[in-house]
């Protein structure tokens, strides 16, 4: 996406948005509710011994396999990887035709889950969107809280100005 053209005057102030939508969890679909409780039971298979903050995820497969993940942390705290990507990572490895179509991610410390849904890291934005870019259509995501369910219709929706294959064209 370019902002700017060669040559003129480009101090000028641009907006970016996104988009979703804030659903109670018995207001979720069918379809939806069961790949949230898969990412809420995924919490309690994170190794998090160091920041004690468990995050479970759920991506669902255009042929119906749910891939589960948790973060896993480590003492050289770079080598730890988080839920989305554990999840995604393992679709990408384990079923490298078929199209992640919705991911839910929940997050739980302090003995319970957190009340608001948590945020996915930049790293775990940019991983959603090379995973959602790499087929055809969107891939849902929903984070889960105790109050509420954040639902995106896209990956993109949280991170607009994303880095995509064709920015490596210049």
Same mark, same amino acid.
């Given at each position: 996406?370019?902002?700017?053209?060669?040559?003129?005057?480009?101090?000028?102030?641009?907006?970016?948005?996104? &988009?979703?939508?804030?659903?109670?969890?018995?207001?979720?679909?069918?379809?939806?509710?069961?790949?949230?409780?898969?990412?809420?039971?995924?919490?309690?298979?994170?190794?998090?011994?160091?920041?004690?903050?468990?995050?479970?995820?759920?991506?669902?497969?255009?042929?119906?396999?749910?891939?589960?993940?948790?973060?896993?942390?480590?003492?050289?705290?770079?080598?730890?990887?988080?839920?989305?990507? &554990?999840?995604?990572?393992?679709?990408?490895?384990?079923?490298?035709?078929?199209?992640? &179509?919705?991911?839910?991610?929940?997050?739980?410390?302090?003995?319970?889950?957190?009340?608001?849904?948590?945020?996915?890291?930049?790293?775990?934005?940019?991983?959603?969107?090379?995973?959602?870019?790499?087929?055809?259509?969107?891939?849902?995501?929903?984070?889960?809280?105790?109050?509420?369910?954040?639902?995106?219709?896209?990956?993109?929706?949280?991170?607009?100005?994303?880095?995509?294959?064709?920015?490596?064209?210049?």
């Amino acid at each position: 996406m370019y902002l700017c053209a060669p040559n003129q005057n480009i101090m000028k102030k641009k907006e970016l948005t996104s &988009t979703f939508t804030i659903y109670q969890m018995d207001e979720l679909d069918q379809e939806q509710r069961e790949l949230v409780e898969v990412a809420k039971a995924q919490v309690h298979k994170s190794y998090s011994p160091y920041s004690h903050f468990q995050v479970g995820a759920a991506a669902k497969l255009a042929n119906g396999v749910i891939i589960k993940g948790s973060n896993q942390e480590n003492a050289a705290y770079p080598s730890g990887l988080c839920a989305e990507r &554990t999840a995604l990572f393992a679709a990408g490895a384990t079923y490298p035709e078929e199209k992640v &179509t919705m991911l839910a991610i929940a997050c739980f410390t302090n003995g319970h889950y957190t009340a608001e849904p948590g945020s996915p890291c930049g790293s775990c934005r940019q991983v959603m969107v090379e995973t959602e870019h790499r087929y055809p259509g969107n891939m849902q995501v929903l984070l889960y809280g105790e109050t509420c369910v954040y639902v995106f219709d896209s990956a993109k929706d949280l991170l607009p100005l994303s880095f995509l294959t064709e920015d490596l064209q210049g």
